[in-house]
Each structure stands twice: as structure tokens, then as C-alpha cells.
């Protein structure tokens, strides 16, 4: 099992930028798949961005792509995500998840194995 925090979170206005960051321990992510979800109040946990073990593929929801990025640096054992042009709808906990079947490129969050604990984004207008 592999632990996962989130930090980079905060409150920024429209249009800003956040950096999220998934530190991993106790075991290296290096033949994880990892993914980036959130949750809104009131709503289902939802995907967010997703990228492969090695780097190679990455995955966006159509809500998110264009504006944000996500990346590994498996030397670091840390998964980023770098959010852009920031929107209120963009307002949620967003939680790093692993996958360890790391042959199979998924993206349901019931496939997922282990979870950070979240970091609020909340987006003002």
C-alpha cells in the first residue's frame, strides 16, 4: 500500500493558477498509473487527468483539457497537477489516486487502490 498527500490547494480568483502536488510513501509510484479526481458538494467524485507509470500517455476530461496538466516525477515519488485559467466550477476537493495495475490504463475511480485524502480548491469569482 502506498500513502498519498495532497498539497497545493487553496483559494484563487478566476483566471489564476494552482499547483497540486500528491507526495507518495512507502512504496515507490514508479509502476503505478496515477490519476487526479474531485469532488464538488452535492456531487459525484469525478475524473479529473490521469498519466502512466511512465509518462507516455496522459488522459483529460473534456472539462479540464486545455487547462490543466498532470505530471510525474517518479525520482521524486510525486505526481503534480498544474491548473490554469481557473473557473468557479473548478471548486472541489481534489484527491491523487494510484492504480497498481499499471498494464491496464484506467480511469474509474472504483479502479483506483489508494487514495490521498484531498486538498480544497475553491475558485472565486
Known amino acids: 500500500q502506498v500513502q498519498l498527500v495532497e498539497s497545493g490547494g487553496g483559494l484563487v480568483q478566476a483566471g489564476g493558477s494552482l499547483r497540486l502536488s500528491c507526495a507518495a510513501s512507502?512504496?515507490?509510484?514508479?509502476?503505478?498509473?496515477m490519476a487526479w479526481f474531485r469532488q464538488a458538494p452535492g456531487k459525484e467524485r469525478e475524473f479529473v487527468a490521469a498519466?502512466?507509470?511512465?509518462?507516455?500517455?496522459?488522459v483529460y476530461a473534456d472539462s479540464v483539457k486545455g487547462r490543466f496538466t498532470i505530471s510525474r516525477d517518479n525520482a521524486k515519488n510525486t505526481v503534480y497537477l498544474q491548473m490554469n485559467s481557473l473557473k468557479p466550477e473548478d471548486t472541489a476537493v481534489y484527491y491523487c489516486?494510484?492504480?497498481?495495475?499499471?498494464?491496464?490504463?484506467?480511469?474509474?475511480?472504483?479502479?483506483?487502490?489508494?487514495w490521498g485524502q484531498g486538498t480544497q480548491v475553491t475558485v472565486s469569482t
Open positions: 489516486a494510484a492504480d497498481r495495475a499499471a498494464w491496464n490504463f484506467r480511469l474509474n475511480p472504483n479502479d483506483f487502490d489508494d
Open positions: 512507502g512504496r515507490a509510484i514508479i509502476s503505478y498509473n
Open positions: 498519466i502512466t507509470w511512465s509518462s507516455s500517455s496522459t
